[in-house]
């Protein structure tokens, strides 16, 4: 058996507890957050036990789960890698590309494992994706276009409400705004498929003063001369989140849209004769890629194998989002150094 | 005769497990997940085909047999059946007592028959018959049941199903192996889920079975419509037709539309694909990405096994089926229903 230890009380946080909870040979010790009725919060909905400091939640686990925004990272992940506690760190890996340097320095003078939980690789549709590209069926890789829009990820979510973080992603200072928080995911999973990202040119509203919308259309250009664009959005309508990849090469092309026809439909007539429509893509439990990027981290740190996605993996995301933001301030494109 | 129980349980930790014929194609899929699994072990192939069977066991770095008894001496926990479907009888009867559990390809057998002394002897001898219906660990159709359990729909009027596939060829279509065509290959699949979701049986079929319909000069039938009542009062049609050409981008499908007083549910089962078009295939292919309901169906085998428990799906659930494959071919020929 062994013994998480989750470090933050947010939303991410209560997405992984719930899948630490459910995990055979893992038990979920309990939570630390400077705001500690936070923790107490978290603890009341998943179990374990508050922890009034790092070294007290380090001193009762196995692996350490950090869950705090971005620009709270370094310290405790640094400080977990210190006490030799193979660690998940939640993406971004850290704000700036400062922080990222200093957790990347410790990962690589500590030895200790480090997993940046990229959870879109472990989509099971994004995942396909780069087996089928890997496979030669579309020839050599030319455009890569991938969308992950919906609305502003804190209004309508009532259990976010009250806590710290409920600001954070609006202050586009501390959050970076889609570009960091969301477009990373994009940029990640495009390095993933197609290598090194050389230059980026951004779009957007992170400073039009029209917090907390925002909306970012970005182009890359791979090393290999492939291109890349990405769109990340926190204002398309409520109920319209949609993710989508397009991936184009000499000898073919890959096509997925989340808005495609779901496995199941369900039409109910209301009492008032009005219509009740829903609609699921359902897989298997151990599929959820929460469920599978966390398993991936165990199965990992047990067999002392590395992971899918490295401490550098992580910084250079964080360094490309940087650049993208950069890119909308100058106006220029910025090449990734 | 022999006794299931060989083996000590200090030895379940590790599930030892056999592959008894790759005949069915399916068993590529089930040696992929089974070989994934922590605690099991591949211990050999058996396969009547020298070449097949070499080429796979050198694959996953196995021994290979060329007698199904070579591999039976090699203390299995359990043995997979893959072979043609005729050949289904004689390998269960040769593992029954020999293994603790067995997972056999659908349909059971060819004849009912064949398929009740399967039964029978695995009873006698204690060894678990289980029958491979891997649509019942598919996400989307385990959804499907929590909706219709849950009852939104008020009374169930009717189920619309269809198993559709692409002409298989090779032994599929030689009646001594298969038993049939497209009819006995695509009624059984359904034919268990609607028995498992409403836990109710066929108790009247009547089919229209089309012979080179799709196929010119295939020498079986490669087209089926059935029509059926159920004991609870709901009635239904499943399509069990070869008829998807090779240009077509995907194999086929699992199609389930329930209609009840107060809506509608469909499911496709097989819908969660990414579009690859390639110039190599020269077509727009569907690459599923959904949850495998073979890695359930494998998992929930092995779990069978080690914890001793009864199998989900048995010997009887596939006979079942059958049955109603066989009263839609003896329907076609009368052109009239059958009670079963």
């Known amino acids: 058996m062994k013994r998480v230890g989750i470090v933050g009380a947010g939303g991410i946080s209560r997405t992984h507890a719930d899948r630490w909870s459910r995990m055979p040979g893992i038990e979920l010790a309990g939570f630390h957050d400077i705001v500690e009725d936070a923790a107490r919060g978290a603890v009341q909905r998943s179990g374990g036990k508050v922890f009034s400091s790092l070294n007290e939640l380090f001193d009762a686990v196995d692996y350490v789960d950090v869950c705090t925004p971005g620009t709270a990272h370094v310290g405790p992940v640094v400080a977990a890698l210190e006490a030799g506690l193979p660690t998940v760190c939640e993406k971004p890996l850290a704000n700036s590309v400062a922080d990222c340097e200093q957790i990347v320095d410790a990962a690589e003078r500590t030895g200790t494992p480090l997993f940046v939980a990229m959870v879109v690789r472990f989509f099971p549709q994004f995942a396909k994706a780069k087996q089928v590209l890997d496979s030669g069926a579309i020839g050599a890789p030319g455009v890569i276009r991938t969308v992950r829009s919906g609305s502003y990820p804190d209004a309508g979510s009532s259990w976010r409400k009250g806590l710290a973080i409920t600001s954070y992603y609006a202050d586009f200072a501390q959050s970076g705004g889609v570009l960091l928080d969301l477009c990373i995911h994009d940029i990640d999973y495009q390095r993933w498929c197609f290598g090194e990202i050389e230059r980026v040119f951004a779009r957007g509203m992170m400073f039009a003063g029209k917090e907390p919308k925002d909306h970012a259309l970005l182009t890359v250009r791979f090393a290999s001369g492939a291109v890349g664009h990405i769109e990340g959005s926190w204002s398309y309508p409520r109920g319209r989140f949609s993710t989508r990849i397009e991936i184009a090469g000499t000898r073919g092309i890959i096509e997925w849209d989340s808005r495609a026809r779901q496995p199941v439909e369900v039409a109910i007539a209301r009492e008032d004769g009005s219509l009740a429509s829903s609609s699921s893509s359902p897989t298997a439990p151990q599929h959820d890629p929460y469920y599978a990027e966390l398993a991936h981290f165990v199965s990992c740190a047990e067999a002392e194998e590395p992971f899918l996605v490295t401490p550098y993996d992580g910084l250079m995301a964080v360094k490309i989002s940087r650049a993208a933001i950069e890119s909308l301030e100058t106006g220029k494109a910025v090449t990734i150094s | ?340």
Not at chain 2, 81 to 90: D, G, Q, T
Not at chain 2, 95 to 108: F, M, N, S, T
């Open chain 2, 1 to 340: 005769m022999e006794n299931a129980e060989t083996r000590g349980p200090e030895s379940l930790s590790e599930v030892r497990v056999g592959m008894f014929s790759f005949a069915h194609m399916h068993a590529a899929s089930y040696i992929h997940f089974l070989t994934q699994m922590e605690g099991v072990t591949l211990a050999g192939i058996y396969d009547d085909d020298y070449d097949r069977g070499g080429r796979i066991a050198a694959q996953f770095n196995v021994p290979y047999f060329r007698r199904s008894e070579g591999l039976l001496d090699q203390e299995l926990d359990g043995a997979i059946i893959c072979s043609e479907n005729a050949l289904h009888a004689p390998l269960v009867l040769q593992a029954a007592g020999k293994v603790r559990g067995i997972l056999c390809e659908k349909p059971i057998a060819t004849t009912v028959s064949d398929g009740q002394a399967m039964i029978d002897r695995c009873r006698e001898s204690g060894t678990k018959l289980q029958i491979a219906f891997p649509m019942r660990f598919s996400p989307p159709v385990i959804e499907l049941k929590s909706q219709v359990e849950s009852g939104v729909l008020g009374e169930v009027y009717s189920v619309k199903t269809t198993n559709h596939g692409s002409m298989p060829g090779r032994w599929f279509v030689d009646a001594k192996l298969a038993g049939g065509g497209a009819v006995i290959d695509h009624t059984v699949h359904v034919v268990d889920l609607i028995r498992w979701i409403w836990a109710t049986e066929v108790v009247e079929v009547y089919a229209e079975v089309g012979r080179e319909l799709l196929h010119p000069g295939l020498g079986i039938d490669d087209v089926g419509l059935l029509s059926f009542q159920l004991a609870n009062g709901i009635f239904g049609t499943l399509d069990t037709s070869w008829s998807r050409p090779p240009s077509y981008p995907t194999w086929g499908d699992v199609k389930v539309d329930v209609l009840g007083e107060n809506g509608l549910i469909c499911v496709d089962a097989f819908e969660q694909n990414l579009h690859v078009s390639s110039d190599e295939a020269g077509k727009t292919s569907d690459v599923n990405w959904g949850s495998s309901g073979d890695e359930g169906l494998v998992a929930d085998f092995v779990a069978m096994i080690r914890e001793g428990r009864e199998p989900s799906v048995n010997g009887e659930d596939g006979l079942r089926a059958l049955e109603v494959a066989l009263a839609a071919y003896e329907s076609a020929r009368r052109a009239e229903p059958v009670k079963l």
